[in-house]
């Protein structure tokens, strides 16, 4: 038996644990001789593909030359390559580039920016706020910021107040009434957002015109804009960043996920000037305390970089624009089908909720259907009754064929038999 206590796994429940040889573009394929679809990118993270050829060679020759430096106060090629890299890409205004492991650790740091900016400056903010059902990660900064519940609740003791405003319902006059108050009345110091969707919150959407509205009531009011494009990044949303689609700069920009094209661990948190500067000093008690062992694995790096040259070689925007019409055409026909309901895209990624024939939420239904996926050789989780498809960017005609006919056997079948 594996001594391995696996994430997000209630190994009470004794589910089986697919054991995972290797893989090639959107396929994984298991020690049991299966092919299994990857439709969720391994969970969020792969956008051109498993193993792509020129990261793993990228991977391959740093290996050979620099395995592991300390990062405070040296630095390295790959470093500097993909900060340059980075710098290139995202929008100029974003001038500095912190490295660290995770999502959850970029946004770690992202909290930590926005308070020592205010505590440099002398504001006298402190208060984080953010979105209803948002989610920004597992450690105990990350789960103050985001929705509690049934995943934080023995934890609650630890997590610190936040001003949370609701998501947004039409056009999200709700939402933006509330940012306006709480910026009025509680002097904030940042808010922190996933922008254009709410993933771990059941991909949720919301438009560029809130997005955009709450940028500038936070731009008016001195108040931090935090973008969590820990998912959302990286071409998932149709663009490079969803922020761009409603042409908003954040001050602080959290990338992940798709940074190495999902290959390996590693995160930047960009800032602006003045967050820097704020910094920027003689005096060492300004110094901005944060680091891991690990901070920009020179291996980790040239993955990076790589994933940058491959963005910039490959016709990466055209494979997006060919996956998300293939993802519409699919979800138009599922809307008709019974149990199908909120159907939705944005840029690559295609959600849709399931309910009952009677209207109701069936409860129970989200393990049904991992199983039923699990045993068709689709990698889907759904959160909760929401289904959806978030694939490489590389998957093929085919196998998106193979995943709506998964889809459409799985409402057939776990659906009727509710
Ligand atoms: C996944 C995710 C995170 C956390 O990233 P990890 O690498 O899993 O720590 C943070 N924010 C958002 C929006 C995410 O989707």
């Known amino acids: 038996m594996s001594a391995i206590w696996?994430?997000?796994?209630?190994?009470?429940?004794?589910?089986?644990?697919?054991?995972?040889?290797?893989?090639?573009?959107?396929?994984?394929?298991t020690r049991d001789r299966r092919r299994v679809i990857d439709a969720i990118s391994s969970w969020w993270v792969t956008t051109h593909g498993h193993n792509h050829p020129?990261?793993?060679?990228?991977?391959?020759?740093?290996a050979l030359r620099l395995d592991q430096v300390i990062f405070a106060g040296w630095t390295h090629q790959p470093a500097e390559e993909l900060a340059a890299g980075l710098r290139g890409l995202m929008p100029p205004a974003l001038t500095r580039?912190?490295?660290?492991?995770?999502?959850?650790?970029?946004?770690?740091?992202?909290?930590?920016?926005?308070?020592?900016?205010?505590?440099?400056?002398?504001?006298?903010?402190?208060?984080?706020?953010?979105?209803?059902?948002s989610y920004h990660?597992?450690?105990?900064?990350?789960?103050?910021?985001?929705?509690r519940g049934v995943f934080n609740a023995p934890y609650d003791p630890l997590l610190f107040?936040?001003?949370t405003i609701p998501f947004p319902v039409g056009d999200g006059a709700n939402t933006l009434e509330a940012l306006e108050a709480a910026c009025r009345d509680s002097r904030p110091a940042a808010l922190i957002v996933e922008p254009l969707i709410l993933?771990?919150?059941?991909?949720?959407?919301?438009?560029?015109?809130?997005?955009?509205?709450?940028?500038?009531?936070?731009?008016?009011?001195?108040?931090?804009?935090?973008?969590?494009?820990?998912?959302?990044?990286?071409?998932?949303?149709?663009?490079?960043?969803?922020?761009?689609?409603a042409q908003v700069v954040p001050d602080i920009l959290c990338l992940a996920k798709g940074l190495t094209g999902g290959s390996m661990p590693l995160a930047v948190t960009m800032a602006s000037e003045p967050v820097y500067a704020a910094h920027w000093s003689t005096d060492r008690s300004k110094t901005f305390f944060h680091s891991s062992s690990f901070t920009a694995n020179p291996i980790a790096c040239a993955a990076g970089a790589a994933n940058i040259a491959i963005w910039r070689d490959e016709p990466v925007r055209e494979r997006i624009a060919t996956l998300g019409a293939r993802q519409q055409a699919m979800i138009d026909r599922l809307s008709d089908l019974p149990g199908v309901a909120n159907p939705r895209r944005c840029g690559t990624i295609a959600a849709f909720d399931v309910v009952a024939p009677d209207g109701g939420y069936l409860s129970s239904l989200g393990p049904r259907l991992l199983a039923f996926f699990r045993e068709a050789d689709m990698l889907i989780r759904p959160l909760g009754n929401t289904v959806y498809v978030l694939p490489p960017y590389c998957l093929s005609e085919e196998d998106h064929a193979r995943v709506e006919g998964a889809i459409v056997r799985a409402l057939e079948t776990v659906v009727r038999a509710a």
């Open 137 to 147: 990660g597992d450690t105990i900064g990350t789960m103050s910021v985001g929705e």
């Open 54 to 62: 020129r990261i793993i060679e990228a991977v391959r020759e740093q």
């Open 199 to 245: 993933g771990a919150g059941g991909m949720l959407f919301y438009s560029p015109a809130v997005l955009r509205a709450m940028a500038e009531i936070c731009r008016a009011h001195e108040v931090l804009f935090i973008a969590d494009e820990v998912m959302t990044g990286w071409g998932r949303t149709g663009t490079l960043l969803a922020c761009e689609q």
């Open 6 to 29: 696996h994430p997000f796994t209630q190994h009470g429940l004794g589910e089986p644990i697919p054991l995972v040889e290797r893989a090639e573009g959107a396929a994984l394929h």
């Open 97 to 133: 580039v912190f490295f660290s492991d995770s999502g959850s650790t970029a946004v770690e740091v992202a909290l930590k920016m926005a308070l020592g900016f205010h505590a440099h400056t002398g504001t006298g903010r402190s208060r984080l706020l953010v979105m209803e059902h």
């Open 161 to 163: 107040d936040v001003g």
